[in-house]
């Protein structure tokens, strides 16, 4: 039988002492009070923060917004389905965040950023918030570099820039997700990369969804923006998201305001659209910029003033010239950016300059010459200036333009180039003009391209 020596268990007791380490861990919990519609009340999570995670007792992930003085009101990101009334719930101590890192490019995600495609998980390395500060004066530049969107009408007349906030307005006739994709810094040569929202619009568990979903698309093109990257965001639409955020706050007894809204509703954009911007030099000039989609009814924009007044111009759509067989449909009249030219480059200036004033007049002449008879030979001249001008406008879906074919193209229209053809024929010669100076005048395309001027040799 063998003996245990006492020092030797003195020996082991007290190793064992010294290698002690007792972790005391804290949680914050609550039991659940109420359930349903997508809104839970939680009773006891006293140390609960704003928009802090929480963890319900069988998995589902929800926010605290509501911080009332004998509850809390929490939205689910979850169906929420198991959860019982009584069951416990968890504070995490963590603000909602999402994970960030180049390893989501060409991945199809949630509003919590989780992948839901069949390409797996995706590796990172840091998180962001999803509610961040806008970046201050002092960390933006001015918006001076064009978004190349490869619309001829967009960049020749409207000038939308890196780092701007332009809204695009109009009825549901023509696509207007497919006018912001058709272009916007995806061909070669440019250095995009796109980030594309679309909400969810319909069933009780998405109003959360939709609610959260442009704030994760945001946070993850900011984190491309502070890597030095150019980002293009489309927001498809806000106003879907007013009303998805109008009903979480009536359900969660929030006061209601004007037509039901929150008093905050205005807030919820502003915050959104402000983290838009172009970065200044000494943070590395990335930006990101903010294409939101509102749809209106019989083209009346005056319910849409305050989303206008947040952001830096507007492309208005129009359903009677999509009618009128002109694509895309831009009403260059009430069309703005409130950049103005600084996100040309000059060879653009010195070609466009007098585009949106011929097209304006033409647009009166032309209501005008509807109730005259007989017309002198000098507006017969204007009128088919302009018909040749918004029949170069024109142009077919996904077919974007480099801005050399566009300066070249303007060119032939503003100097009267077109004005011995009927109007049947421009598209025509145009493309075949622009397939001939690209095969047999190379030249003058890399003096454009260059000096990014349109020189006399030009």
């Given at each position: 039988m063998a003996t245990i020596r006492a020092d030797k268990i003195?020996?082991?007791?007290?190793?064992?002492?010294?290698?002690?380490?007792?972790?005391?861990?804290v949680v914050n919990t609550g039991t659940v009070l109420q359930i349903g519609d997508g809104i839970a009340r939680i009773h006891g999570l006293d140390e609960v923060m704003a928009g802090e995670l929480v963890e319900f007792e069988e998995g589902t992930i929800g926010i605290a917004l509501n911080?009332?003085?004998?509850?809390?009101?929490?939205?689910?990101?979850?169906?929420?389905?198991?959860?019982?009334?009584?069951?416990?719930?968890?504070?995490?101590?963590?603000?909602?965040?999402?994970?960030?890192?180049e390893a989501y490019f060409g991945h199809v995600v949630?509003?919590?950023?989780?992948?839901?495609?069949?390409?797996?998980?995706?590796?990172?390395?840091?998180?962001?918030?999803?509610?961040?500060?806008?970046?201050?004066?002092?960390?933006r530049r001015y918006v001076y570099e064009p978004l190349q969107t490869g619309l001829i009408a967009i960049y020749s007349m409207i000038h939308v820039g890196r780092g701007q906030r332009e809204l695009i307005i109009g009825d549901n006739y023509w696509s207007k997700s497919v006018f912001c994709s058709s272009?916007?810094?995806?061909?070669?040569?440019?250095?995009?990369?796109?980030?594309?929202y679309c909400g969810s619009r319909n069933g009780r568990l998405t109003c959360n969804i939709t609610i959260l979903a442009p704030y994760t698309g945001v946070t993850l093109a900011e984190s491309f923006m502070y890597r030095e990257r150019h980002t293009s965001i489309i927001y498809d639409d806000p106003s879907k998201q007013a009303q998805a955020y109008r009903q979480m706050s009536l359900l969660l007894r929030r006061p209601p305001g004007?037509?039901?809204?929150?008093?905050?509703?205005?807030?919820?954009?502003?915050?959104?659209?402000?983290?838009?911007?172009?970065?200044?030099?000494?943070?590395?000039?990335?930006?990101?910029?903010?294409?939101?989609?509102?749809?209106?009814?019989?083209?009346?924009?005056?319910?849409?003033?305050?989303?206008?007044?947040?952001?830096?111009?507007?492309?208005?759509?129009?359903?009677?010239?999509?009618?009128?067989?002109?694509?895309?449909?831009?009403?260059?009249?009430?069309s703005v950016s409130r950049v103005g030219s600084a996100a040309q480059i000059k060879s653009m200036k010195?070609?466009?300059?007098?585009?949106k004033l011929e097209l304006a007049q033409f647009a009166e002449l032309e209501a005008f010459a509807q109730f005259a008879f007989d017309l002198d030979k000098a507006t017969q001249n204007q009128l088919a200036r302009g018909q040749q001008l918004r029949e170069?406008?024109?142009?077919?879906?996904?077919?974007?333009?480099?801005?050399?074919?566009?300066?070249?193209?303007?060119?032939?229209g503003t100097n009267g180039y077109l004005d011995s053809l009927e109007i049947d024929q421009v598209k025509k010669f145009l493309v075949q003009l622009r397939t001939y100076l690209k095969t047999n005048k190379t030249q003058l395309q890399e003096i454009i391209s260059s000096t990014k001027k349109f020189p006399e040799e030009a």
């Amino acid at each position: 039988m063998a003996t245990i020596r006492a020092d030797k268990i003195s020996t082991i007791i007290r190793e064992r002492i010294e290698q002690y380490d007792r972790e005391v861990k804290v949680v914050n919990t609550g039991t659940v009070l109420q359930i349903g519609d997508g809104i839970a009340r939680i009773h006891g999570l006293d140390e609960v923060m704003a928009g802090e995670l929480v963890e319900f007792e069988e998995g589902t992930i929800g926010i605290a917004l509501n911080l009332e003085s004998n509850n809390v009101g929490v939205v689910l990101m979850g169906n929420g389905l198991m959860i019982q009334e009584g069951s416990s719930v968890k504070a995490t101590g963590r603000i909602a965040q999402i994970p960030v890192s180049e390893a989501y490019f060409g991945h199809v995600v949630n509003a919590l950023a989780k992948p839901i495609d069949v390409r797996g998980e995706i590796s990172y390395f840091e998180s962001r918030l999803i509610e961040s500060p806008a970046p201050g004066i002092i960390s933006r530049r001015y918006v001076y570099e064009p978004l190349q969107t490869g619309l001829i009408a967009i960049y020749s007349m409207i000038h939308v820039g890196r780092g701007q906030r332009e809204l695009i307005i109009g009825d549901n006739y023509w696509s207007k997700s497919v006018f912001c994709s058709s272009g916007s810094d995806y061909f070669p040569g440019t250095g995009g990369n796109g980030l594309y929202y679309c909400g969810s619009r319909n069933g009780r568990l998405t109003c959360n969804i939709t609610i959260l979903a442009p704030y994760t698309g945001v946070t993850l093109a900011e984190s491309f923006m502070y890597r030095e990257r150019h980002t293009s965001i489309i927001y498809d639409d806000p106003s879907k998201q007013a009303q998805a955020y109008r009903q979480m706050s009536l359900l969660l007894r929030r006061p209601p305001g004007r037509e039901a809204y929150p008093g905050d509703v205005f807030y919820l954009h502003s915050r959104l659209l402000e983290r838009d911007a172009k970065l200044s030099t000494l943070l590395g000039e990335g930006s990101m910029t903010a294409l939101p989609i509102v749809e209106t009814q019989s083209g009346d924009v005056s319910a849409y003033t305050n989303v206008i007044s947040i952001t830096d111009g507007q492309i208005f759509l129009s359903a009677d010239l999509f009618n009128a067989g002109i694509r895309p449909a831009i009403n260059v009249g009430i069309s703005v950016s409130r950049v103005g030219s600084a996100a040309q480059i000059k060879s653009m200036k010195q070609v466009a300059g007098k585009l949106k004033l011929e097209l304006a007049q033409f647009a009166e002449l032309e209501a005008f010459a509807q109730f005259a008879f007989d017309l002198d030979k000098a507006t017969q001249n204007q009128l088919a200036r302009g018909q040749q001008l918004r029949e170069l406008l024109k142009q077919a879906q996904l077919a974007p333009l480099t801005v050399e074919e566009q300066v070249m193209t303007i060119y032939t229209g503003t100097n009267g180039y077109l004005d011995s053809l009927e109007i049947d024929q421009v598209k025509k010669f145009l493309v075949q003009l622009r397939t001939y100076l690209k095969t047999n005048k190379t030249q003058l395309q890399e003096i454009i391209s260059s000096t990014k001027k349109f020189p006399e040799e030009a």
